[in-house]
């Protein structure tokens, strides 16, 4: 097992070199990067209409900076690090991330770990209560249609968790701030931030209770779509466990169906579950919270990262990705090993032997 946890830490090295490489060459390509964009901005124009490509052409600064003065240009240059070559950029950011040191914004006037440390309580709290609530949810309603296949609670509860998948978070949210939010006649939830602007003053439970009051219309939101496709895989997972030998002659030594359910099937069932969790973690983390936070006036992670993308704010880009990559590639390592938790019967050293 260990030989295999350390198999799987390695590869995460050449992973990260590999997929920054292919970012870094993807943003070279990019047209108005941070040079182009504070010149245009010296020369009052907007940075979207800078033509050209990226900072290593020639040609589009030349024509973004018309009138000023070259040595301005190449201070400019040398402000963003572009006054180098881009295989020793490439080489001076893996060397410094190395140290985890990810560098500074371009345009916070932060360090990208401090930003990265601002952010994160928002989109924690948007991802972990989700995730938590969904599995607590889809689990236990996936496993009570599985045991009453068929039944009138099995398709009333699948047509409801298919209209939610149908629905677009986004949308969903859109609903919830029309009706529980001043839309209507109802003005039960708050719809900016996290906390209220009274947080400081409020007591201990206070706070507890003003905390989980703004989280109610983004966590829903963005658990909506969640249920259908754990629920069903939970479903179909006991459904093709129920019918096997082993569950036919446990039930014919005496067992209650509880304990074959839960003693038995529930232990090779909850192995496709399992192995969905580091998926779903990632997903809700850092692909689903960007437009509930829009929508929500939430200022996490999600937002940070589409925002220093526009602006071409390279070292809060670089330094994200090298993150969040690092993240999800531990949560898949950490999913791994929770088959073993599930099932101990499963090896993989004996596996990679």
Not at 130 to 142: D, F, Q
Not at 147 to 165: E, K, L, N, P, R
Not at 182 to 196: A, E, H, M, Y
Request: net charge positive; proline share 4%.
């Amino acid at each position: 097992m260990w030989a295999y946890i350390l198999r799987r830490l390695l590869l995460i090295i050449p992973t990260l070199v590999i997929i920054l490489l292919v970012n870094f060459v993807i943003v070279q390509a990019a047209p108005g990067g941070p040079v182009e964009q504070a010149i245009a901005h010296l020369q009052g124009i907007g940075g979207a209409s800078v033509s050209g490509g990226s900072a290593e052409t020639s040609s589009t600064t030349s024509r973004a900076s018309r009138g000023l003065d070259p040595q301005l240009i190449k201070d400019i240059e040398k402000q963003y690090g572009f006054d180098k070559p881009a295989h020793e950029r490439l080489w001076l950011m893996l060397t410094s991330y190395a140290r985890l040191d990810f560098g500074k914004s371009f345009f916070r006037g932060a360090t990208v770990t401090d930003l990265i440390l601002q952010k994160m309580p928002v989109t924690i709290s948007l991802g972990l209560w989700a995730t938590l609530i969904t599995y607590l949810v889809s689990i236990p309603l996936g496993i009570r249609k599985a045991v009453h296949h068929g039944s009138h609670f099995d398709i009333w509860s699948s047509t409801a968790i298919i209209i939610g998948y149908a629905m677009p978070a986004f949308l969903f949210a859109m609903f919830l701030i029309v009706v529980f939010a001043g839309g209507t006649s109802l003005n039960w939830f708050p719809v900016r931030g996290l906390v209220s602007d009274n947080f400081d003053s409020l007591s201990t439970l206070g706070k507890v209770a003003d905390y989980f009051w703004h989280l109610v219309l983004p966590v829903t939101a963005l658990v909506i779509g969640g249920f259908a496709t754990l629920t069903i895989l939970t479903k179909n997972s006991f459904l093709n466990e129920i019918t096997r030998q082993y569950v036919v002659t446990a039930r014919a030594k005496g067992l209650s169906e509880r304990r074959v359910l839960y003693g038995h099937v529930f232990r090779n069932a909850m192995l496709l579950v399992v192995s969905g969790i580091p998926q779903a973690f990632i997903s809700v983390f850092f692909a689903g919270s960007l437009l509930i936070e829009v929508i929500f006036s939430l200022d996490g992670l999600g937002r940070m990262s589409y925002e220093a993308a526009v602006s071409r704010d390279y070292p809060v880009v670089f330094g994200s990705l090298f993150i969040f990559t690092l993240f999800g590639l531990l949560i898949k390592l950490v999913g791994d090993l929770c088959y073993t938790l599930v099932d101990p019967r499963i090896d993989f050293a004996a596996r990679n032997a």
